[in-house]
């Protein structure tokens, strides 16, 4: 069982910055993959950035590469993404998720989840 904690989300305004943070706990952190989605009103969720359990790899959305970058702390049981140079499109819940077995890009890989946490963008 990994239970997983999102923080940092909040308001912003176009071409700002935010950090988000997932803490999570339960299982070995240092053993799964970790995925950051997002989910727009009336829209399905998408694939937002992974990272693989040592941080070596890393994979991202087209939509957001270059502007978004996701990192883990092994000794702190935390994953992060840095949002930078945010629009109105980015505006959605943002949800951490935790994959035991790979490094997946899709949602149906992943086996569990945080409850998610607000990100608002305005223009």
């Known amino acids: 069982q990994v239970q997983l904690v999102e923080s940092g989300g909040g308001l912003v305004q176009a071409g700002g910055s935010l950090r988000l943070s997932c803490a999570a706990s339960?299982?070995?952190?240092?053993?799964?993959?970790m995925g950051w989605f997002r989910q727009a009103p009336g829209k399905e969720r998408e694939f937002v950035a992974a990272?693989?359990?040592?941080?070596?790899?890393?994979y991202y959305a087209d939509s957001v590469k270059g502007r978004f970058t996701i990192s883990r702390d092994n000794a702190k049981n935390t994953v992060y993404l840095q949002m930078n140079s945010l629009n109105p499109e980015d505006t959605a819940v943002y949800y951490c998720?935790?994959?035991?077995?790979?490094?997946?890009?899709?949602?149906?890989?992943?086996?569990?989840w945080g409850q998610g946490t607000q990100v608002t963008v305005s223009s």
């Open positions: 998720a935790a994959d035991l077995s790979q490094l997946a890009t899709t949602d149906v890989g992943y086996d569990y």
């Open positions: 339960g299982r070995t952190f240092s053993s799964y993959a």
């Open positions: 990272i693989s359990w040592s941080g070596g790899s890393t």
